[in-house]
């Protein structure tokens, strides 16, 4: 069993898990939709979600005067698929106002061979030997959410603003080549990182008493601001979010909801110094799937 699929088998795992509370109400009558009343009754959520998709983007990172090669994540570094693990709670403060918090990993694993040495942070990998990526990869969200719009029948407008952090720590494993200077060959981005505004909207539309659907978009940036960080001289950080998730929402029970559709998601950083000039791009088109339980 590949690496890949284990991950894989985490997140189903995870899935299965939070279903396990509908077995108990199988027998009960068909669900009704919740009023807003009955949402705010449910004070607590909590969710595990995932994502399975393609990556486009790169990663160039550069030390001193040793430039580091544009390295695409899919063509250069082989990362054809990526996955996502998420875990979400949720307060509701009042029956239209709501604190949320998200732990996202993303699995950026692949391994490559290439014909030329491989330039990055100032060493140099050595040609035809196998080079393998593992970042790791996480982000934290914090929102507040109103909800400007709860009708009766479910339909739903909601928006709110927050912060999301990420921590970065992009790591190629290989053989050194024979002439290079330097001999790292990872890169640890989270050492400039700063928490990023954002802004969301959330809206559901209701297509039958148990399913409706559902869209969300949240997006910031920093433009180039002071890191609050030296090496080499003042660090410099712009980094940019964006994520969309647009599909459909499912009542299983009163309590237990089930969500599956399309997420893109696009996160940039650029940090430049009198030592560093770094930049990572990821976009991700993927399936995204997940269950929430109100208690």
């Not at 509908?22 to 995932?50: H, N, V, Y």
């Not at 979400?88 to 030329?116: K, S």
């Not at 720590?169 to 954002?198: I, M, N, R, S, W």
């Amino acid at each position: 069993m590949d690496g890949r699929t284990v991950r894989l088998a985490m997140v189903a795992t995870a899935m299965l898990l939070a279903a396990r509370p509908a077995r108990a109400q199988s027998d009960s009558p068909e669900p009704s939709p919740a009023t807003p009343l009955e949402s705010f009754a449910s004070r607590w959520e909590i969710s595990l979600g995932g994502q399975v998709g393609a990556p486009k983007g790169f990663v160039k990172v550069g030390e001193f005067d040793r430039s580091g090669e544009k390295l695409r994540l899919n063509n250069d570094l082989n990362i054809d698929t990526f996955e996502v693990a998420s875990l979400g709670a949720a307060v509701h403060l009042t029956d239209r106002d709501v604190l949320r918090a998200r732990f996202d990993y993303t699995f950026l694993y692949g391994t490559t061979t290439r014909g030329a040495e491989t330039a990055f942070n100032g060493a140099l990998l050595a040609a035809g030997e196998p080079i393998r990526a593992r970042p790791v990869f996480t982000r934290i969200t914090g929102l507040y959410e109103h909800e400007f719009v709860h009708e009766p029948s479910g339909a739903l407008f909601a928006a709110g603003a927050g912060l999301t952090f990420v921590y970065l720590h992009f790591k190629l494993h290989g053989t050194l080549a024979p002439d290079t200077v330097g001999h790292e060959t990872q890169e640890d981005f989270y050492a400039q990182e700063l928490p990023v505004p954002l802004l969301a909207i959330r809206g559901e539309y209701p297509i039958t008493p148990t399913v409706h659907l559902l869209g969300t978009v949240a997006g910031g940036f920093l433009p180039k601001v002071d890191s609050l960080r030296t090496e080499g001289g003042t660090v410099k950080l712009a980094q940019a979010h964006a994520d969309v998730f647009a599909g459909v929402r499912w009542a299983i029970t009163p309590t237990l909801f089930a969500d599956a559709g399309y997420t893109y998601t696009y996160f940039s950083q650029h940090e430049t110094s009198g030592e560093d000039d770094n930049k990572i791009l990821f976009l991700g088109h993927a399936f995204g799937f997940g269950m929430t339980y109100r208690f």
